[in-house]
């Protein structure tokens, strides 16, 4: 019941601080959810997105004296809904955050049209990371394929020579989950490991033994996850009970979630997770954050969420999304931008360390830059580990090796505008090149 | 290719026995909570024709409430007891609101009504206790977590303590239950009025009491089935899909046999689990427990259409 | 007053045959023919046409192909969704394959996969009959969903697993893919609905209605007064899954513009399913009647919290809707088993004789 009344009285305050501010804001919506079979991973996400906004406007007014509406619109991750949000939404928005691969593709060919740029950080097609072709999309700080490609360094780096190896790639059976396969064939040619894909179906989500039984049967010397929502927790726990060794499993970074590996506790110590955000609660924004937010009763969050991963990887996302805004208010010298505007400020965006300081999110997010051809960054990441009771860093700052698929990205996005034509490429990122 | 169908798969199980064994092992666990779910769909369909899809609600939302009431702060062995409670007064409302107002109308419009319930359990359950998923209080119940690791063949079978309870607590509540149905003047009504609703009607059986108790009957074992689900893989509402896992077993045994419900939910969770591992996934790209158990079903409603323990349809004009 | 059908002389068989006997029922058509034709496609928003017009006249063309399965029949399926997969990929196919192919010639022949596969799962309900049909049709539902996942040459090996339509043009106009307008496609989905309506209709008033109508009531019966129960069953699963094909072309290719295989899944068969029963089963009109209610009500009750102004968060709404929802079928199921065509029914009835009830 408290959750329920906690719930009531955020949404009352956001639509009070919402509706006053009708004259003058910049509206950033989120196609969230807080429903249906992925709630459990949504909700801290859209919470540390939301706080940050939120904080930022009890600080410092909004972003260049123009409050921020955060407003959410709600999709359960279902693709229709967030298709209805879009359609609902797109008048007045500034951007989409679709917040699935599914909503990512049904609304990436409108962006032409619309001329609204989308926001899929860390997840979404990963030949979004081509600007010439994708003029309105962006998937900062890093892609599927960087993350695949990470993870594969990771374990040379622990095992030295790949060759003769055996990995067991457990995904989701849904666009998201087949995203990174093109890179890891590809790693797995040039490498010479063995790549055995294991589909988890979305009914099969909880009831995974089929699927650790194959494991077992295969006898994988890792297991590399592309999982959500539920199937992380399942995943998880059938790792435990099959004595998989628990330092041989890797995720995405969406299955890195605190709640999921809770569940196991101490046995789980050992789980990776690859992360280009961490929850760093000593950051200045952090703290702010809970002056401002946390401590006045603007939040839904807890304690406990809040120092998990995916908290922190909220408040990155609408830091990154906030810093493309500011750009953009610099560059036109005005406080209400336009979508257009908003797609040069996410074109021009420059996280190195200083700017990461002055931000106060030490140590939450890996320097990157934007650019026009470039509208991933490629930030690297961290190699997480569950101690037990917690994420640490596991690894120094690790970077993919854009090159080694580079020739990929641009075949897939050439092959993505051909089946789509007529497709309009960007013609000034063109004419620099 | 026909190698690969008919002669590699028995190779592969009688090469590595003790993975064999293993894999029977995790079939029949399966088995015997999709049993469980069927037994609740089973129940409901002998006295009153209805199939109750909100069955798998009825399973998260038990659980929901267990977790949630635990997390008030309400000892467990109290929250059980409340949350039996709970899904009593869920029963009588249903029965109340939903069922005695539909009485006589076609079997398609109460199952209609089933899945209107459905949806709005998990509106309800959503905004009370919200989407996380939650961790079941399995410690708290005193149910072991460990494992036993046995080495037959010099291979490797690894049985978890929960499973084995989850089993045991299975064949405890359907003796119970039999029981309960056999022995008392309750259980022989509902009996009696899965036979002949009419006749149970004329011999002063209340229809109303016996719709309440076998809703109520259902909501335990939606609890039970709750309890072992979610100590297996955590509370959420991604638990809801499992009763379509309930609609083959019911129609390999039988829409209104007890006895059909069990053997088809074990042979249904064994039978699944081999084929995935030693057809499906070498040969049809894995997965393929998604429509394994609705296939085999649909083949032998082919040759018997009321299922292995259906009662004989016999069609009058 | 208005409705009253005193005066009204038929004078030949083929006048009481005909569609509409009674005047006032073809002026009401034509009025709303002209709403849907001239009136809507000239007021309506883009959010208008996206999140109604268009998605209403699909989901009804779907509901009509399994009301006539269901409702004419008697052959409960829950296998909706995945033929309205067939009939898209099939499609996507054809279109993929054959780039010059007119898009409307291939959304009328991609029913036809659909109405095949149709065929040979309803082959079982010569033997399996209610509830056990109802899950056999599950086994179609599971399987073909599992095989738009893994027939990777379905979704042309695509490396996301979902399908993209192309852009089409016809007569030098974009009519599907992201360059096409929506009133475009208001237009192309409202024509085909309508034909195939009207097709419906004439079909289930003619010989093929009658004899489904007999294998519904019930069969054994059926055959003894010499009805093949074999050609009437299946017959009503081809026509049945054609129409449905289509609309799940037109699902993608007009609507959506691109699709996973988890969009087919079990939660459009009963979404296909609710609008066919709270509209009426055994009814062409309860088909419209009950897509506008299910899907503008989640529309409109996600827009009245914003409209009144009152303030509550998103996953709120979402969590009350499901409820409200559930709750309404409930209502439905118990005020009018017989869905809302009985209802308009019963208010054209009362209209006749109003305003001296006796």
């Not at chain 3, 036809?112 to 179609?140: D, Q």
């Amino acid at each position: 019941m408290n959750h329920f009344t906690k719930l009531v009285a955020a949404a009352v305050l956001a639509g009070a601080t919402g509706g006053a501010a009708v004259a003058q804001e910049l509206f950033v919506p989120n196609l969230a959810y807080r429903t249906g079979p992925f709630a459990a991973t949504g909700i801290p996400i859209m919470n540390g997105q939301a706080d940050y906004f939120t904080m930022l406007n009890q600080r410092d007014g909004g972003i260049g004296g123009v409050p921020v509406n955060a407003e959410e619109c709600e999709t359960g991750y279902s693709t229709e809904k967030g298709v209805e949000c879009y359609e609902k939404l797109k008048g007045e928005a500034l951007v989409t955050q679709p917040w699935s691969t599914g909503i990512t593709l049904q609304v990436l060919p409108k962006t032409n049209v619309d001329e609204i740029p989308i926001y899929g950080p860390g997840y979404g097609f990963s030949p979004m990371a081509d600007g010439t072709t994708f003029k309105w999309a962006y998937n900062t700080p890093s892609g599927y394929w960087d993350a695949a490609d990470m993870i594969v360094q990771y374990i040379e780096g622990q095992e030295g020579d790949l060759e003769g190896k055996k990995f067991a790639f457990l995904h989701l059976d849904h666009p998201f989950g087949k995203e990174p396969l093109p890179v890891l064939e590809q790693l797995a040619e040039e490498k010479g490991f063995e790549l055995v894909p294991i589909p988890v179906g979305l009914n099969e989500m909880q009831n995974q033994s089929a699927q650790w039984l194959q494991i077992r049967r295969e006898r994988p010397d890792y297991v590399i996850m592309w999982g959500w929502g539920a199937m992380n927790a399942g995943a998880i726990t059938e790792a435990v009970k099959t004595k998989f060794p628990m330092e041989n499993f890797i995720g995405v970074w969406w299955a890195g979630h605190d709640a999921d590996l809770n569940l196991v506790g101490e046995e789980g110590a050992g789980y990776k997770s690859i992360s280009w955000s961490f929850p760093n609660m000593d950051a200045p924004v952090m703290q702010d954050i809970k002056e401002y937010v946390v401590d006045e009763g603007l939040s839904q969050t807890n304690p406990e969420e809040m120092e998990g991963v995916f908290y922190g990887r909220g408040v990155v996302i609408s830091a990154i999304l906030g810093e493309a805004i500011r750009v953009a208010q610099d560059e036109y010298d005005t406080a209400e931008i336009t979508p257009a505007q908003l797609r040069w400020g996410f074109e021009n965006l420059d996280f190195s360390e200083e700017r990461i300081a002055e931000l106060g999110l030490d140590g939450m997010v890996p320097p990157f830059q934007t650019s026009c051809e470039n509208h991933t960054g490629h930030s690297g990441g961290w190699m997480l580990e569950w101690d037990g009771e917690q994420f640490v860093k596991a690894s120094d700052l690790l970077r993919p090796n854009v090159e080694s698929y580079s020739d990929l990205i641009d075949s897939s996005a050439a092959e993505y505008a051909e089946s789509n034509a007529p497709w309009p490429n960007n013609e000034e990122c063109a004419a620099t090149n | 290719m026909l190698r690969d169908i008919f002669i590699t798969p028995f190779v592969d199980m009688v090469e590595a026995p003790d993975f064999l064994m293993q894999v029977l092992w995790e079939g029949l666990v399966s088995g015997v909570l999709y049993a469980l779910i069927a037994l609740g769909f089973v129940l409901i369909f002998r006295s009153s024709r209805i199939l109750n899809f909100a069955q798998g609600i009825m399973v998260v939302f038990a659980a929901l409430t267990l977790v949630g009431l635990h997390a008030m702060g309400l000892p467990a062995w109290i929250a059980v007891a409340a949350t039996l409670a709970v899904m009593f007064v869920l029963a009588v409302t249903i029965e109340r609101v939903v069922l005695r107002p539909l009485v006589g109308q076609p079997d398609i419009i109460l199952f209609m009504a089933t899945i209107g319930i459905t949806l709005f359990l998990i509106g309800l359950g959503e905004t009370i206790f919200g989407g996380e998923n939650k961790v079941m209080i399995t410690g708290e119940l005193g149910i072991p977590t460990g494992d036993t690791v046995l080495e037959p063949f010099g291979g490797l079978l690894i049985l978890q303590h929960l499973d084995i309870t989850v089993v045991l607590v299975a064949v405890a509540l359907v003796g119970a239950l039999l029981a309960f149905l056999n022995y008392t003047r309750m259980g022989r009504a509902i009996r009696a009025l899965g036979d002949d609703h009419q006749a149970a009607l004329s011999v002063g059986i209340s229809l109303q009491t016996i719709w309440v108790l076998v809703w109520f009957i259902a909501g335990i074992i939606a609890l039970v089935t709750g309890i072992a689900w979610g100590a297996r893989a955590g509370v959420s509402f991604a638990l809801e899909v499992i009763a379509y896992k309930a609609l083959p077993v019911l129609m390999l045994g039988g829409l209104e046999s007890i006895t059909g419900a069990i053997v088809g939910g074990l042979m249904i969770g064994v039978l699944e689990k081999i084929f995935e591992i030693y057809w499906g996934q070498p040969l049809l790209g894995g997965n393929t427990e998604a429509w394994f158990a609705f296939v085999l079903a649909l083949i032998v409603l082919l040759f018997r259409p009321q299922g292995l323990f259906g009662e004989r349809i016999i069609e009058r004009v | 007053m208005l409705y009253r059908t005193a005066g009204q002389f038929k004078t030949s068989y083929k006048a009481d045959q005909a569609l509409f006997p009674v005047r006032q029922d073809a002026i009401l058509l034509g009025v709303i023919l002209a709403f849907a034709w001239v009136i809507f496609p000239f007021t309506a928003s883009e959010f208008a046409f996206q999140t109604m017009l268009i998605p209403v006249l699909i989901y009804a063309l779907a509901a009509l192909g399994l009301n006539i399965l269901t409702g004419y029949a008697g052959q409960l399926s829950l296998g909706t969704g995945a033929f309205m997969g067939v009939g898209a990929y099939a499609c996507y196919k054809m279109v993929t394959l054959f780039p010059w192919m007119n898009p409307v010639v291939a959304i009328l022949l991609s029913g036809f996969f659909s109405a095949g596969v149709g065929v040979a799962f309803g082959i079982p309900s010569l033997r399996i009959k209610g509830f056990y049909l109802a899950i056999a049709t599950l086994a179609a539902q599971f399987f073909l969903t599992w095989l738009f996942e893994k027939w990777a040459w379905l979704y042309n090996y695509n490396a996301s697993g979902a399908i993209q339509v192309p852009n089409i043009q016809m007569f030098g106009i974009y009519v599907t893919g992201p360059q096409a307008d929506s009133i475009v496609q208001y237009f192309l989905v409202l024509g085909i609905v309508t034909v195939m309506t009207l097709l419906c209709i004439n079909l289930t008033r003619g010989t093929l209605g009658r004899t489904w109508k007999a294998t519904r009531d019930m069969d054994i019966a059926a055959e003894l007064i010499g009805i093949n129960l074999m050609t009437s069953k299946l017959t009503a699963f081809a026509i049945s899954s054609y129409v449905v094909g289509v609309a799940g072309a037109l699902y993608v290719f007009m609507w959506k513009g691109a699709a996973e295989p988890n969009v087919f899944y079990i939660q459009l068969s009963f979404q296909v399913l609710f609008i066919a029963i709270i509209g009426g089963l055994g009814s062409i009109l309860g088909n419209f009647l009950g897509a506008i209610l299910i899907v503008g009500l989640p529309v409109v009750l996600n827009l009245v919290p914003g409209a009144l102004g009152i303030p509550i968060s998103s996953a709120m709404v979402e969590h009350l809707n499901t409820m409200i929802i559930g709750a309404l079928i409930v209502f439905f199921l118990i005020v009018e088993p017989h869905g809302l065509a009985r209802l308009w029914a019963l208010i054209r009835e009362k209209l006749i004789i109003w305003p001296f009830p006796h």
